[in-house]
């Protein structure tokens, strides 16, 4: 990262480089089977931020995982109760309904009593992680996840 100024009162100019990522290669029908095989899993990311939803959407769908996308707690329900996802990654702090009301109706749900629902939220205090294994939470990770940590977990609960 560099920092540029023309002296006081002129702005700031802050300059940070990432480095490119190599092409990921074609995802094939084959690749897909042969990825679900290794415990890839149908996944509903709700988020109302939709870069971040989409971002992570994304990168599960780079691992094989088949993703559905919601941005508010009704849309989550919605689709939850639709497509019966293996996995939910559920933000708190959602508009409409919170991510703790969405677990505690989808917990009420025997057709998604298997599904496994992460936390994935800005809110990472003591009481917040309280709050979201006494709605039904399985796991709960703070914004912003490392995508690895969140690979890792996938994986473990396939």
């Not at 497509?83 to 025997?110: F, H, M, N, Q, W």
């Amino acid at each position: 990262m560099e920092a540029f100024s023309a002296g006081l009162g002129q702005g700031s100019e802050f300059v940070i480089r990432i480095p490119a990522i190599a092409e990921s290669p074609m995802l094939t029908d084959e690749t897909l089977q042969s990825g679900m095989q290794h415990g890839t899993r149908r996944v509903l990311v709700v988020d109302d931020n939709v870069d971040a939803a989409e971002c992570i959407g994304v990168m599960l769908e780079l691992k094989g995982h088949h993703v559905e996308i919601a941005y508010d707690g009704f849309a989550a329900v919605e689709l939850a109760k639709r497509d019966k996802p293996d996995i939910i990654l559920l933000d708190i702090g959602l508009p409409g309904r919170d991510g703790y009301e969405v677990a505690k109706i989808l917990r009420s749900d025997s057709d998604l009593v298997h599904t496994k629902i992460i936390a994935v939220t800005g809110y990472g205090q003591d009481e917040d992680r309280r709050r979201s294994k006494q709605a039904g939470m399985d796991e709960h990770l703070t914004k912003p996840v490392n995508p690895d940590t969140l690979a890792h977990l996938l994986q473990r609960l396939a």
